[in-house]
């Protein structure tokens, strides 16, 4: 099995070399913004990788800029509740989430709100120095939609969690390390390589091994996962109920200051 550098539209897949395959989002002028079909690309790679013992393990990039800035906000803007419970979007995060061969996430720049549940889906985050973390979905007057919650939670702890996920605060690179949220950190130029050398020395070992043993790891952390994962889908569907979700996509895309009234 081959894969092109010009099979989709809003990824790059780069040459299999050395069981390594690296998926590059690209849509630099919206700051890799998380559109369905650009999830749903990364999920139709990730299906193909999945069958091809050839694919060892999987590079998950984007640019200096951004890695991805969140989702697309104007693609969710007038989305009702029942809109989201039925999202298409739900079906690649899935897909993702149930990726069983090792995935690394290499970030320089934003890494924000779905743009940051998708580094978190992710075995292994990388980053450069000028990487930003985070889930500002607060200021949409909406919640993390795609895990944020739950695994922002569980890797950061409960009282760090809080402090981002409810001020939608940015955070620095050397924060997310000190958290525990990224395993290294790397100059921006570097960190892409960085992250394929990691992805060469994993390749090199016993597939079957790699598999079960990132099986395992999962296991510590996410035991009560999915409840989470259940109970947050649902929470952020209803907040397209409200006026203050509307106002605050309205705002974001006018490039103005949000005035919420709490309905």
């Not at 960190?191 to 999962?218: R, S, W, Y």
Request: net charge neutral.
């Amino acid at each position: 099995m081959t894969y092109s550098l010009q099979l989709f539209d809003d990824i790059i897949t780069n040459p299999l070399k050395d069981g390594v395959l690296v998926i590059q989002l690209n849509r630099p002028n919206e700051f890799n913004a998380l559109r369905t079909k650009l999830l749903d690309e990364i999920a139709q790679v990730l299906v193909r990788a999945e069958e091809d013992e050839n694919v060892r393990c999987v590079v998950l990039t984007g640019n200096q800029k951004a890695f991805a800035a969140g989702a697309d906000i104007k693609e969710m803007a007038t989305k009702s509740p029942v809109d989201v419970l039925r999202d298409p979007r739900a079906a690649s995060w899935k897909v993702i989430r149930n990726f069983k061969k090792p995935l690394i996430a290499a970030v320089n720049g934003y890494c924000l709100g779905g743009g940051n549940e998708l580094a978190m889906h992710c075995d292994i985050i990388v980053a450069g120095e000028n990487a930003k973390f985070g889930q500002p979905e607060i200021n949409l007057g909406i919640i993390p939609g795609a895990g944020g919650t739950q695994r922002f939670t569980s890797l950061l702890g409960k009282s760090k969690a809080m402090r981002y996920v409810l001020t939608g605060d940015f955070m620095s690179a050397k924060q997310a390390y000190e958290a525990g949220l990224v395993a290294e950190i790397f100059a921006p130029e570097e960190t892409l390589d960085q992250a394929i050398n990691i992805a060469k020395k994993i390749a090199q070992k016993a597939p079957i091994a790699v598999e079960l043993a990132k099986e395992a790891v999962l296991k510590a952390s996410d035991s009560l996962l999915e409840s989470g994962l259940a109970f947050e889908r649902k929470a952020f569907a209803v907040l397209f109920s409200t006026s203050d979700q509307k106002e605050g996509a309205d705002a974001f895309i006018n490039k103005r200051p949000p005035v919420y009234k709490g309905s």
